[in-house]
Structures are given as structure tokens and as C-alpha cells.
């Protein structure tokens, strides 16, 4: 923003000598007082304003006084001004000094240079700081002018994200937004002001605080809001027909900074956040910090956040390995504008093809791998399974082999709910997967583990997308039954827990996230309809299609019996558990499996898979007939 104030340099100038002259004499009549003393000293402060007038400017000069822009004086010029003060006040006082040696009738009171000096300072500094002051005044009031402009922002949460928002929202008039109050749930900060905007109430407060005050917008300012209070704010907000915007997720901020920039629209993701858990990032630090890092499947949602979280723990070299080289090209370029130091090498590779990964690893050594490649969409697998078992298990195989020729000192699989007591294919390849893992972690005693999760929201091919893709249609919606649950996470948590749970791996461990409580899908989807600004059922129908056979209304995460022991992380628990196939049997199995899928043999394929699991039940499932989502 122009401020008009600008002052020239020879106004400055010209002011300066005449706050001289004015210092000079407020010397003398300060220690003379008005009399007959006076008049006689009075030759003496002339020579005295004389020789300033000489000397002071030029000195005032030297010292930059004539080349800033005192419209933004600080503590800084201030310094400047008494160096350049007291500079100037050396030579004065030697020279009146030597004119006193020539004529002794020349000769000024030992105290009046200490008190021209602190007058200098107030004068010519209060003249530069006054500058400042009109400055601020005008800068006041044309904002004062623009705010009648300005959209007014309601700010949920007056903590550090808050006065953040606060503080740019105050210094980028240009966003067209001016805070006028915060809501927040401490006690301690209701009718205090933070930079100068008042907390007006708490959240409960917000109905009647909006019907009372004109706000053009909410802006939901804590990262760590769970979902609950987000919810609030939204419904809250839709009922009083006021937009709302929120800051990403404390898991989404990860290696990110809090700003105005990140505000984006409430989604999904916000209505099921949960209470951050207490991070531990020294451990993290410890296993990736300094080694090379490999992930497989780097072009998916989940690789796609690994490499992400990974990168800002500054690993000596960052391997990106997938199948789509437009995936993982876009995974490269959002690496590089991020972390432009980081060493990132891409590399496009089939999993199931053994010698292309044995040459990598070989190659490249890498000391960490997260082993995210894989077929998910379910549906798809159904009908593709010679893929799900060649991508899936001999995949696996192939990388976990290929870890252990090469020295490989820690692993990590990302593994999924649907491998218990799997009713599809997908799930019961990613089960037999999880036991190569395992048997390869009692083989070589190295820390190879699983990390199993349910859903995550967003991810490519997932039930969010697809509800979006149908809302933005006019409908409907296409649910297979309306008690149909599924646990539901954010993939930056999902992500950040997989990389906590990697730290605390010794060897064959398989842990599982918590999850929290499962989410009926249809709520989800009335959610979507709702934040998308319409009603379900009257905007937009909901249809429900049928259970399918063999699907589960809800997964599970663990088989009943099984034993969950605590971690050091809350949200992360370790499955005590016993794989049923031995090293023998399951190598058997793994190649009988990839030889039936290489053949097409796909119902000998089902059969071998619910031998080989407890509970399986694959062959029961039916081909999908794509019109409803679980």
C-alpha cells in the first residue's frame, strides 16, 4: 500500500538546522534560565549554533539520516540516531574548544554540550518518529475506509494458527478480509484481544454470536480440531447460510507451515479428523534421516504421502519405483518444487519383474524400503485375478527377496483390513503377502513388519471420489446396503502412523492403526451431498443396490482370539499373532498360487486361497456388476 507521507531530503535538512538552532538555545536557557546570564552567553550560543549548523548536517549525513525511509522508522534508526547525535556532538565541542584557546570571552557552560546532546536526540529523533506516526495514521485511515469494502472473517480458535491468520489477514489488505472477532473454548482468553480483535464468545456461543454481528465468513483456524468441533462449525454455518473455510488437518501440515494460502473449503477428511495423538518424531528421525529410502507403488495416494512425509526427514537419497511413469513423474515434480535439495531418483519398474527389481537393488542399495505397490480396487480384482496374484504376491516376493540379497535393513508393507477373513480376492493376495513379510522377518531376524489399516479417504479408486463423481451429476447415489461400515482414516495420519510404526519394527511384527469407530457409508455419503451445499433426498437421491455375496457389512481389523499389546504409541497397537504357514508350505503355496494365475486357472486360484487362510471366503463372492460402491 502507498503511504503519501514521504518526506524529501532537504525538508529534513532544513529541519534538522532549525531543530539545531532550537537545541542550542534550550541549552543556554535551560542552564542559564532567562536573564541577564542569558544575554551575556548570548555571543557564545550563536558561535555554538554556527558551528553545529556546519557540522551537525554533515555528520547527520555520513550516518545515512537523509537516506531512509523514516515512514518505517524502527528500534534500529533509533540506535542510529543517538550514534549519529553523539557523533555530531564530538567535533561541536572540540570546536568551541578551540576557539575558546583563541578567545577566552568565547567559553560555554561544561554542562550545556551533555544537554544539547540529549536535546539533539529528542529533536531530531522525535522529528523522524513523527514521520513514522503520520505514516501509521494515514495508513489507519485508509483502512478504516476500505474495511466498509472488506468482507467480515470470523475466526474459530485464538491460538497460534489464529494469530497467524489474524496477522496476514491485517497486513494483506489485498485479500479483501478483515477479522472481527475469535471464538474460543478457553475461559482465560474470552473478552481479551489479540492483535486488537477481541474473542467474542466460545463455540457453543457461535448461533447467537452471528445472529448478532454481520460475518461474511467463518474461518476454522486450529489444525488440531478433531472432527467434531469442525462439524459443529459447518453445521452451524450452513444453518445461518455463512460461508466456512478451515485450515488442513495437523497430519496435512506436516512439513507444510500454517498460512492464509493453505485455507481451502471444508471436506470429508475434516468432518472424521481425530484428536492428534502425541508425536514421536525422534525415533522417525533416527530410522530415515541420512539413509536411502525406497517406496514401491511411489505413484499411488499412499506412496505418493510416504514419499511426501519422507522427505522432510532429509534421507541421503529418495528412490521413487512404479509402473506409471505419469504417476510417478507427477510425484517427482511435486517432490522437487518442495524439497529442491532432496537427491529424488525416479525409477519406472514392474514389481513382478524379478531380474528389473533384483538390478535395482543391487544397483542403488537402499537401506529402508515401505513397500506400497499394489492392486486395490476390489471390484476390479474380482474379475482381474491372475493380476491381483502376480502384482499382489509374486510383487511382494519379489521385492522382500530381493531386500534380503541386497542387505535391505528394514522393511515396512502396507497391508489393509480386507486380509481378515477375506471375502475377496484382493484381500486374501494382500493376506498371503503379510505372510511373506512375516517369514522373511523369522528368516533373516531383520525388522520386516506389516502395517495394516482400513480405509483412507480420498485415495484413487476409493468411495469419496466416486460419491463426488455422482453428486457433481445431480445423482444419485449408489449404496449397497444402508448398515454397510468401514473404518475410515485421512491418508497424511494413515501415513505419519505407518512411519512412527516403521521406528518401533525389530522384526515380523505386525501392527495395526487404530482406526477408531467404523463410519456407516451412508452417513458418509449424506455428509458429501450436504458439504457440496444441497439435501439428501431431496437434491439429491440416495439408492441403495443390494449386499453383494459374500460382503461383509464391516471389516475387521484382527481375528477374534487375537492378542493386542500396546505400543509407545497410542494410535498404534502390535498384533501378537502366529502365522499359520510355515517357510516350506509358503513358498510352496506362493509358487503353486503364481503358476495357477500365469495358467488363467482362477478357480483353482480361489479354491488355494481359502484353503491356505482361516476364514476365507473368495470363492463365495460373485463377479461385481459395477453399480453400487461398498
Same mark, same amino acid.
Given at each position: 500500500?502507498?503511504?503519501?507521507?514521504?518526506?524529501?531530503?532537504?525538508?529534513? &535538512?532544513?529541519?534538522?538546522?532549525?531543530?539545531?538552532?532550537?537545541?542550542?538555545?534550550?541549552?543556554?536557557?535551560?542552564? &542559564?534560565?532567562?536573564?541577564?546570564?542569558?544575554?551575556?552567553?548570548?555571543?557564545?550560543?550563536?558561535?555554538?549554533?554556527?558551528?553545529?549548523?556546519?557540522?551537525?548536517?554533515?555528520?547527520?549525513?555520513?550516518?545515512?539520516?537523509?537516506?531512509?525511509?523514516?515512514?518505517?522508522?524502527?528500534?534500529?534508526?533509533?540506535?542510529?540516531?543517538?550514534?549519529?547525535?553523539?557523533?555530531?556532538?564530538?567535533?561541536?565541542?572540540?570546536?568551541?574548544?578551540?576557539?575558546?584557546?583563541?578567545?577566552?570571552?568565547?567559553?560555554?557552560?561544561?554542562?550545556?554540550?551533555?544537554?544539547?546532546?540529549?536535546?539533539?536526540?529528542?529533536?531530531?529523533?522525535?522529528?523522524?518518529?513523527?514521520?513514522?506516526?503520520?505514516?501509521?495514521?494515514?495508513?489507519?485511515?485508509?483502512?478504516?475506509?476500505?474495511?466498509?469494502?472488506?468482507?467480515?472473517?470470523?475466526?474459530?480458535?485464538?491460538?497460534?494458527?489464529?494469530?497467524?491468520?489474524?496477522?496476514?489477514?491485517?497486513?494483506?489488505?489485498?485479500?479483501?478480509?478483515?477479522?472481527?472477532?475469535?471464538?474460543?473454548?478457553?475461559?482465560?482468553?474470552?473478552?481479551?484481544?489479540?492483535?486488537?480483535?477481541?474473542?467474542?464468545?466460545?463455540?457453543?456461543?457461535?448461533?447467537?454470536?452471528?445472529?448478532?454481528?454481520?460475518?461474511?465468513?467463518?474461518?476454522?483456524?486450529?489444525?488440531?480440531?478433531?472432527?467434531?468441533?469442525?462439524?459443529?462449525?459447518?453445521?452451524?454455518?450452513?444453518?445461518?447460510?455463512?460461508?466456512?473455510?478451515?485450515? @488442513?488437518?495437523?497430519?496435512?501440515?506436516?512439513?507444510?507451515?500454517?498460512?492464509?494460502?493453505?485455507?481451502?473449503?471444508?471436506?470429508?477428511?475434516?468432518?472424521?479428523?481425530?484428536?492428534?495423538?502425541?508425536?514421536?518424531?525422534?525415533?522417525?528421525? =533416527?530410522?530415515?534421516?541420512?539413509?536411502?529410502? &525406497?517406496?514401491?507403488?511411489?505413484?499411488?495416494?499412499?506412496?505418493?504421502?510416504?514419499?511426501?512425509?519422507?522427505?522432510?526427514?532429509?534421507?541421503?537419497?529418495?528412490?521413487?519405483?512404479?509402473?506409471?511413469?505419469?504417476?510417478?513423474?507427477?510425484?517427482?515434480?511435486?517432490?522437487?518444487?518442495?524439497?529442491?535439495?532432496?537427491?529424488?531418483?525416479?525409477?519406472?519398474?514392474?514389481?513382478?519383474?524379478?531380474?528389473?527389481?533384483?538390478?535395482?537393488?543391487?544397483?542403488?542399495?537402499?537401506? %529402508?524400503?515401505?513397500?506400497?505397490?499394489?492392486?486395490?480396487?476390489?471390484?476390479?480384482?474380482?474379475?482381474?485375478?491372475?493380476?491381483?496374484?502376480?502384482?499382489?504376491?509374486?510383487? +511382494?516376493?519379489?521385492?522382500?527377496?530381493?531386500?534380503?540379497?541386497?542387505?535391505?535393513?528394514?522393511?515396512?508393507?502396507?497391508?489393509?483390513?480386507?486380509?481378515?477373513?477375506?471375502?475377496?480376492?484382493?484381500?486374501?493376495?494382500?493376506?498371503?503377502?503379510?505372510?511373506?513379510?512375516?517369514?522373511?522377518?523369522?528368516?533373516?531376524?531383520?525388522?520386516?513388519?506389516?502395517?495394516?489399516?482400513?480405509?483412507?479417504?480420498?485415495?484413487?479408486?476409493?468411495?469419496?471420489?466416486?460419491?463426488?463423481?455422482?453428486?457433481?451429476?445431480?445423482?444419485?447415489?449408489?449404496?449397497?446396503?444402508?448398515?454397510?461400515?468401514?473404518?475410515?482414516? +485421512?491418508?497424511?495420519?494413515?501415513?505419519?502412523?505407518?512411519?512412527?510404526?516403521?521406528?518401533?519394527?525389530?522384526?515380523?511384527? %505386525?501392527?495395526?492403526?487404530?482406526?477408531?469407530?467404523?463410519?456407516?457409508?451412508?452417513?458418509?455419503?449424506?455428509?458429501?451431498?450436504?458439504?457440496?451445499?444441497?439435501?439428501?433426498?431431496?437434491?439429491?437421491?440416495?439408492?441403495?443396490?443390494?449386499?453383494?455375496?459374500?460382503?461383509?457389512?464391516?471389516?475387521?481389523?484382527?481375528?477374534?482370539?487375537?492378542?493386542?499389546?500396546?505400543?509407545?504409541?497410542?494410535?498404534?497397537?502390535?498384533?501378537?499373532?502366529?502365522?499359520?504357514?510355515?517357510?516350506?508350505?509358503?513358498?510352496?503355496?506362493?509358487?503353486?498360487?503364481?503358476?495357477?494365475?500365469? =495358467?488363467?486357472?482362477?478357480?483353482?486360484?480361489?479354491?488355494?486361497?481359502? =484353503?491356505?487362510? @482361516?476364514?476365507?471366503?473368495?470363492?463365495?463372492?460373485?463377479?461385481? =456388476?459395477? +453399480?453400487?460402491?461398498?
Amino acid at each position: 500500500m502507498n503511504i503519501r507521507v514521504n518526506i524529501r531530503n532537504r525538508y529534513l &535538512l532544513l529541519g534538522d538546522m532549525a531543530l539545531i538552532i532550537v537545541s542550542v538555545l534550550g541549552t543556554f536557557v535551560l542552564r &542559564l534560565e532567562v536573564g541577564p546570564s542569558l544575554v551575556q552567553y548570548l555571543p557564545v550560543a550563536y558561535w555554538m549554533i554556527a558551528v553545529s549548523l556546519v557540522i551537525k548536517p554533515l555528520v547527520y549525513h555520513l550516518f545515512g539520516l537523509y537516506h531512509r525511509m523514516w515512514a518505517y522508522a524502527s528500534i534500529n534508526e533509533l540506535k542510529l540516531i543517538v550514534a549519529a547525535v553523539t557523533a555530531a556532538e564530538i567535533p561541536v565541542v572540540l570546536v568551541m574548544l578551540a576557539i575558546w584557546s583563541i578567545d577566552h570571552t568565547i567559553s560555554i557552560p561544561r554542562s550545556s554540550p551533555i544537554i544539547d546532546w540529549a536535546f539533539s536526540i529528542l529533536l531530531v529523533g522525535g522529528f523522524r518518529i513523527s514521520i513514522r506516526l503520520l505514516a501509521e495514521n494515514q495508513k489507519n485511515a485508509k483502512q478504516q475506509i476500505q474495511t466498509v469494502r472488506l468482507k467480515k472473517v470470523m475466526i474459530v480458535g485464538a491460538g497460534d494458527a489464529g494469530a497467524l491468520v489474524v496477522r496476514e489477514l491485517q497486513k494483506n489488505q489485498q485479500l479483501n478480509l478483515v477479522p472481527v472477532g475469535f471464538l474460543d473454548d478457553n475461559p482465560g482468553k474470552l473478552k481479551q484481544q489479540l492483535y486488537g480483535v477481541p474473542v467474542v464468545g466460545a463455540l457453543n456461543d457461535m448461533a447467537r454470536v452471528l445472529d448478532r454481528q454481520p460475518v461474511d465468513e467463518v474461518i476454522i483456524a486450529i489444525p488440531s480440531a478433531p472432527g467434531r468441533v469442525v462439524r459443529l462449525v459447518a453445521d452451524v454455518c450452513r444453518l445461518k447460510g455463512v460461508p466456512f473455510r478451515t485450515m @488442513p488437518g495437523i497430519y496435512e501440515l506436516l512439513g507444510g507451515k500454517v498460512s492464509v494460502s493453505r485455507l481451502r473449503e471444508v471436506d470429508i477428511t475434516d468432518l472424521l479428523r481425530r484428536e492428534p495423538a502425541r508425536m514421536r518424531d525422534q525415533e522417525v528421525g =533416527e530410522t530415515l534421516s541420512g539413509h536411502s529410502v &525406497l517406496v514401491t507403488g511411489a505413484g499411488g495416494s499412499i506412496g505418493r504421502e510416504l514419499c511426501r512425509q519422507i522427505a522432510r526427514w532429509g534421507p541421503s537419497e529418495l528412490l521413487i519405483l512404479g509402473h506409471g511413469e505419469n504417476s510417478i513423474f507427477e510425484t517427482l515434480m511435486e517432490l522437487g518444487e518442495s524439497f529442491p535439495s532432496l537427491s529424488v531418483r525416479p525409477i519406472i519398474a514392474d514389481v513382478r519383474d524379478w531380474p528389473r527389481i533384483s538390478g535395482i537393488f543391487s544397483e542403488h542399495r537402499p537401506q %529402508v524400503i515401505f513397500h506400497a505397490a499394489a492392486h486395490k480396487h476390489v471390484p476390479l480384482m474380482e474379475i482381474n485375478i491372475q493380476d491381483a496374484v502376480t502384482n499382489n504376491i509374486l510383487g +511382494t516376493r519379489n521385492v522382500v527377496e530381493a531386500a534380503l540379497d541386497s542387505g535391505v535393513e528394514r522393511l515396512v508393507m502396507i497391508s489393509t483390513d480386507k486380509a481378515i477373513h477375506p471375502k475377496n480376492v484382493m484381500g486374501a493376495t494382500k493376506r498371503i503377502a503379510e505372510s511373506i513379510v512375516l517369514d522373511a522377518a523369522g528368516r533373516s531376524g531383520r525388522p520386516y513388519s506389516v502395517v495394516r489399516f482400513g480405509n483412507v479417504l480420498g485415495s484413487r479408486g476409493s468411495v469419496v471420489p466416486l460419491f463426488k463423481r455422482q453428486i457433481a451429476r445431480g445423482g444419485p447415489v449408489t449404496i449397497t446396503h444402508p448398515d454397510m461400515k468401514r473404518y475410515f482414516m +485421512t491418508i497424511p495420519e494413515a501415513v505419519y502412523l505407518v512411519l512412527q510404526a516403521s521406528s518401533m519394527g525389530s522384526g515380523g511384527e %505386525v501392527f495395526v492403526l487404530n482406526m477408531g469407530q467404523q463410519v456407516r457409508i451412508l452417513d458418509l455419503a449424506e455428509d458429501l451431498i450436504r458439504l457440496s451445499g444441497l439435501e439428501p433426498g431431496r437434491d439429491i437421491e440416495i439408492i441403495f443396490t443390494g449386499i453383494r455375496p459374500g460382503e461383509k457389512l464391516s471389516e475387521e481389523l484382527w481375528e477374534d482370539g487375537s492378542l493386542l499389546n500396546r505400543t509407545i504409541h497410542p494410535d498404534i497397537m502390535h498384533l501378537n499373532c502366529k502365522d499359520e504357514l510355515c517357510s516350506t508350505d509358503l513358498i510352496k503355496a506362493v509358487d503353486e498360487l503364481v503358476h495357477l494365475a500365469q =495358467e488363467g486357472e482362477t478357480t483353482a486360484v480361489a479354491r488355494l486361497l481359502d =484353503e491356505l487362510i @482361516p476364514g476365507s471366503a473368495v470363492r463365495s463372492t460373485p463377479p461385481p =456388476e459395477f +453399480t453400487s460402491i461398498e
